[in-house]
């Protein structure tokens, strides 16, 4: 089992910046594909962005440009930073890791971006 944890959460105006970090409790090289989901009020849970041990990145629509997904092998950690925030991109970001069938989950993290 890995375990996921996630920080930098919070509220930042509209325009802002934040960024993302989740911590793995295993190598994160062992792990095929790091990502994030986001979860916003009244819509289901959608990927954002995720990167796969050859470094190849994949991103939403709704993010291309203004996100950037990367990983940090030393410390086992997968960042997410994210740039331009929305109101649109208020909602719980979840940190997500797939290793062949298996898949892990974060917490949730939450971040409001204010209008």
């Known amino acids: 089992q890995v375990q996921l944890v996630e920080s930098g959460g919070g509220t930042v105006p509209a325009g802002g910046s934040l960024t993302l970090s989740c911590v793995t409790s295993?190598?994160?090289?062992?792990?095929?594909?790091m990502g994030w989901y986001r979860q916003s009020p009244g819509k289901e849970r959608e990927l954002v962005a995720f990167?796969?041990?050859?470094?190849?990145?994949k991103y939403a629509d709704a993010v291309k440009g203004r996100f950037a997904i990367s990983r940090v092998n030393a410390n086992n950690t997968v960042l997410l930073e994210m740039n331009r925030l929305t109101p649109d991109d208020t909602g719980i970001y979840y940190c997500?890791?797939?290793?062949?069938?298996?898949?892990?989950w974060g917490q949730g993290i939450q971040v409001t971006v204010a209008s």
């Open positions: 997500n890791g797939k290793k062949f069938i298996e898949e892990y």
């Open positions: 295993k190598k994160i090289l062992t792990i095929n594909q």
């Open positions: 990167i796969i041990t050859s470094g190849y990145k």
